[in-house]
């Protein structure tokens, strides 16, 4: 008879492994016909568990960057010519600015951190996220995660009965955690009585199911459920049933009123990742002010580039009708010859200025280029950059009075918004150390029941009467108790809520150093436009004087009251002047660039989208940002 029943707990213990192999098959195969991808946003959100269920088991498809310039960089090139106004400029960096690019995947690992938070475990962080240290109790990244039990098959199915200290944990985290196990042995064991089992070596099999079902609220209270069953045959002869069939029902929970209770020091990590959310807006927020702002001093360095090299070509015609003129009186006796070698020397270093000036427009150009392209192609390459947009004049209105420029700068600076969201971070981190310095104290209960059936000479039953009995309180267990753990000294504890709050004092001196530094930029910034403003006119004056003294010596020449010396040293006088005017007025228009982005209003200047720099598509081209181009003033 021991061997047929040992062939039977085979058999079924054969017929649970290969259905739950079986399952585990499907399980995979649905897992691997399944591909998920993760949107550009959204990461924030797990996927949902119904109709799929294998959905948070698995990866989710992260698009890979493109690398390739916007359709609009390509759509600008023209018979090999790239037209750009300022706002077409800033257009192309909004999509292709590879700072930008990068920037934008700090949003993304806020949202990350968003997803992980909401299962209880700790915040990975990011550049630009403050993460105080306090946070974490215990090993460092630890989150709220704990561990609790009440399973067993408790006293069902022994030969004693009784109670005992009981004792249940909290149990789980934020998502709920189902595990199951299952086990089959054999065990044959020699015995040294017969008293009991009746035989001196026994052989017995046991079978075993469970499940458990575990959560933690934000409460911080926490309960779980489980489910087991044992099935045990032997050859032992004085067993009450064989096979006989134990299963147990357990319900427990957990209930923190000191450390650990209530929504802020369990949501603690939640607290402070959309906290850093705002953060990592305003990270990526200043990315785009910096790009902006080295794009609109690129731009307004290559304008300049550009009139170097009108100026110098002016110079070189200038000084070519110099030497032509010159040449024709020295032939007909009018001029000495070392004249014509003064218009010879002026002439030469006007081709130098030009060949200088061209190669420094060449640099700036690629600049440019770099700064609205993703990679180099040899269509962007070979294109010749043109600006359409002259630079700014000074307006009155250009200049805003010192308070509007501080309150502007209070109110925009990404810096400032970083620094409060950092203290109120490290607030979260002051209350969690107070409530972290009070003992350990909870109350808890269980509820449990046992069942037992299995074979006798009279009756056939097994795990549908052994639940039965398990779900029909038939041997029931009711326990719940009070426990309180204090830490003597509690020094540890201490320690964390001191660094907390001198953390937060540091952290108060340095956002009162930041906006005194930037109060020291705007006005800065203010100055030097003011400068700029008054530099730019004088440039103006000092070039129409120059041009009104080159014309008067020309004609002096003309009726020899004059002599080419004279004439080279008026050109070479306007020449210094218009290079001086150009760097004037590019210096300005940096200046306005400099005050906005002290401010932080410069891309409110040129209506710049943080949706559409975040997307990489700009669906409404960047404003000017000035008047209308003032007349020419500089021609000859």
Known sequence: MRFIRA?????????????????????SAQIGTAGLAAPASGFARAPGLFPGVWRPYIERTVETPSLDNSERLGKSIHGGELRLSLSDALA?????????????????????????????????GFNGAFMPGELNSGAIGAGVTSSGSTGGTGNAGGITGGGGAVNI???????????????????????????????????????????????MFTTGASYSVSLSGLRQSTTQHNTLFNPDVTTRLAIGFNQPLLAGSGKLPNERFMLVARNNQKSAGETFRLQVINSVVQLVNAYWDLAAAQENVRVATESVTASGELLEDSRKQYQIGTMSGI??????????????????ARTALEQQSTTLKQLISKRSDPALDNATVILTDAEPEPLESDLPSLQAALDAAAANRPELEQARVSLQNQSIAIQFTQNNMLPSTAIFGLYASSGLQGNTALVTSGAGGSLAQSFGAAYPETAYGLSTTAVIRNRSAQADNL?????????????????????????????????GKAQVEAAHEAVRLARLSLDAERKKLEVGLSTPYNVVLRDRDLVSAEYAEVQAVTAYAKSLAAMDQAMGTILDRYRIELTDAMRGYVSHPPATGFRPPAPEQRNR
Request: proline share 3%; with cysteine.
């Open 169 to 215: 944990g909290p149990a789980g985290a934020f998502d709920p955690a189902v595990s199951f196990g299952f086990s089959w042995d054999r065990v044959t064991s020699p015995l040294n009585s017969v008293v009991v089992s009746g035989i001196p070596t026994t052989t017995s099999y046991a079978t075993s199911l469970s499940a458990t079902y575990a959560q």
């Open 499 to 531: 660094r907390a709050q001198l953390e937060r004092n540091q952290l108060e001196i340095t956002a009162q150093n930041t906006r005194n530094q930037i109060g020291v930029q705007v006005r800065q910034a203010r100055i030097n436009l003011m400068q």
């Open 7 to 27: 062939a039977a707990d085979k058999r079924a213990s054969a017929r649970l492994g290969v259905c739950a192999l079986l399952f585990i098959r499907a399980a």
């Open 339 to 356: 004249d014509v070698v003064t218009a010879e020397s002026q002439e030469a270093a006007a081709q130098r200025d030009l060949i200088v």
């Open 92 to 124: 192309l960096t909004l999509e292709n600015n590879l700072d930008i690019v990068v920037q934008r995947y700090v949003i993304y690992f806020s949202q990350t951190d968003i997803l992980r938070t909401k299962s209880g475990q700790a915040a990975r």
